[in-house]
C-alpha cells in the first residue's frame, strides 16, 4: 500500500479502501463537455487549523458532495510546447476534425474543438459556474474577446465573440451516458486532476499533509503526493483542499527535477452558493452565425469530431501501472499521417524496435515507431525505447 506518513493507527487499516475511492466529479459540478478549470497562486497566509492525516484528508475529498459552484480560476500551463495560439489546427488532420476556422467546410470557430489547443500553453482566466451535472458554464476571457460554453440539459452552446459565430449542439437525453459532441477539459480541473492523481497513488507514492494555504480566500490543506518510481516524469504533486467542503481548489504538478510547475490549476474566487438559472442560459446576439450538431443516436455521427473519436479506433494496451505505466497505441492501417505535426516536434531514436519519432514535454513523452505503433506515459525517453524493444 502507498505510504501515508501519519500517526493515526486506527486509520492505517482503511487505507486500501480510500486509496480507491475516486473524487466525485459532482464535486465541483463541471463535468460538462469543453470544460476545463485552471488554477491560482494560494493566498499568502498559513490558517491553523486542526490537524489531520493524510488518510483522512485523502477521505474527505472523496466524501465531498459539493454540486453548486461559481468564481474564477487561473490556468497555467507549461509543458515546453509551442504556442497554439495561430496554429493551423487543420494540420492535426483527424485528431481535431479538420477544423481550421470558417475555412468553408462547414465548421463554425465557436466550436470547442477549435478553442481547445488555447489552454495547453501560458496562462488563462477563466470564468466558471456550475449548478449539478446537467448545468455548466465556462468563459474563457482573452483581452477584448471571450470564448463561452454553456451547457443547460439537452442544449450545449458556444459562443466566440471575436467571429461572432455560435456552436448549437442538441444532446441525447442520457447525454451522462454517451461521448460528448466536443472535447472534454474535465481532466484540467482541480477536481479531476486530484481524482486521476489519486488513482495512481500506490506503493511507490509518498503521501503526506504538507501544512496549510489560503486559496481563493479560503482555509485549505495541503496533500503533498510523492512518486518514487525512477522512471517516472512527475516530481511532485500538491492539492489544496478546502478545509470545509473538501472540495480540490487547487492542483500543481510539477515535473521530476525542476522547481517550475508544467500545472498549475485553481480557483482565485470561488463561492458555494447554487449559481442563478439565468447563468445557463443563452441566446445568440443578432447576427451572430450560428453553427447547429444533432448529437443524438438518430444522428449521422460526424468521423473524428474530436480527439477521443480520433483514438477511438486505436488498438491500446496498458504496460505496467502507477506512475511508470505506459499506453501502447497501434495505428490503424493508413492513419499515420495524422501524426505528422507531432513528427515535426520530436527527434529520430531507434532501438531493437527498429527507428521511430520521440516527441517530449516536461510531463508527458511519446515514442512513435515507424511500423505505426506509439508508446506514451509521464515516463522517461529510456522507458518508452524499453517498453518498445520488448
Known amino acids: ?37 485552471v488554477p491560482a497562486l494560494a493566498s499568502a497566509g498559513t490558517p ?18 459539493t454540486q453548486t459552484i461559481s468564481g474564477s480560476v487561473k490556468i497555467t500551463t507549461d509543458f515546453g510546447l509551442p504556442s497554439f495560439a495561430n496554429l493551423d489546427t487543420s494540420a492535426f488532420g483527424d485528431l ?63 459562443y466566440d465573440s471575436d467571429s461572432n459565430q455560435a456552436y448549437h449542439a442538441i444532446l441525447p437525453k442520457d447525454a451522462a451516458d454517451r461521448p460528448a459532441p466536443a472535447p472534454s477539459l474535465s481532466s484540467l480541473t482541480p477536481q479531476e486532476a486530484a ?45 489544496a483542499v478546502d478545509s470545509d467542503t473538501g472540495v480540490p481548489l487547487k492542483f500543481t504538478l510539477t515535473p521530476k527535477g525542476s522547481a517550475k510547475a508544467a500545472v498549475d490549476v485553481g480557483f482565485t474566487k470561488v463561492d458555494f452558493a447554487k449559481p442563478s438559472a439565468s447563468t445557463f442560459t443563452f441566446t445568440p446576439p443578432k447576427g451572430t452565425k450560428v453553427t447547429t450538431e444533432k448529437a443524438d443516436a438518430d444522428a449521422a455521427k460526424p468521423d473524428h469530431t474530436n480527439a477521443e473519436d480520433a483514438l477511438s479506433g486505436l488498438d491500446a494496451v496498458g504496460l505496467g501501472k502507477g506512475w511508470d505505466s505506459i499506453a501502447e497505441l497501434k495505428l490503424p492501417a493508413g492513419d499515420s499521417g495524422d501524426l505528422s505535426l507531432l513528427n515535426s516536434f520530436g527527434k529520430q531514436v ?41
Open 48 to 65: 491553523d487549523l486542526p490537524k489531520i492525516s493524510a488518510q483522512k484528508l485523502i477521505e474527505k475529498i472523496a466524501a465531498s458532495d
Open 350 to 390: 531507434n532501438g531493437d524496435f527498429g527507428s521511430g519519432t520521440f516527441v517530449s514535454t516536461r510531463v508527458v513523452n511519446a515514442l512513435i515507431t515507424d511500423s505505426g505503433k506509439v508508446y506514451i506515459g509521464a515516463v522517461t525517453q529510456d522507458a518508452l525505447i524499453k517498453a518498445a524493444n520488448k
Open 96 to 158: 481535431t476534425g479538420g477544423a481550421s476556422g470558417d475555412s468553408g467546410d462547414g465548421s463554425s470557430a465557436a466550436d470547442p474543438t477549435k478553442q481547445l489547443t488555447q489552454l495547453l500553453t501560458g496562462s488563462h482566466i477563466l470564468h466558471v459556474a456550475a449548478d449539478g451535472p446537467d448545468r455548466q458554464k465556462v468563459s474563457i476571457v482573452e483581452q477584448a474577446a471571450e470564448y463561452s460554453v454553456i451547457h443547460n440539459g439537452t442544449q450545449l452552446w458556444a
Open 195 to 239: 481524482e486521476q492523481a489519486l488513482k495512481a497513488v500506490d506503493d511507490t507514492t509518498s503521501v503526506t499533509v504538507d501544512g496549510t494555504a489560503r486559496v481563493a480566500g479560503r482555509d485549505a490543506y495541503q496533500l503533498l503526493i510523492k512518486p518514487k518510481a525512477a522512471d517516472t516524469t512527475v516530481g511532485a504533486i500538491r492539492i
Open 1 to 37: 500500500m502507498a505510504r501515508i506518513q501519519d500517526t493515526d493507527d486506527d486509520t492505517r487499516g482503511r487505507r486500501g479502501k480510500a486509496m480507491r475511492y475516486a473524487v466525485p466529479v459532482a464535486a465541483a459540478g463541471i463535468a460538462a463537455a469543453t470544460i476545463g478549470l
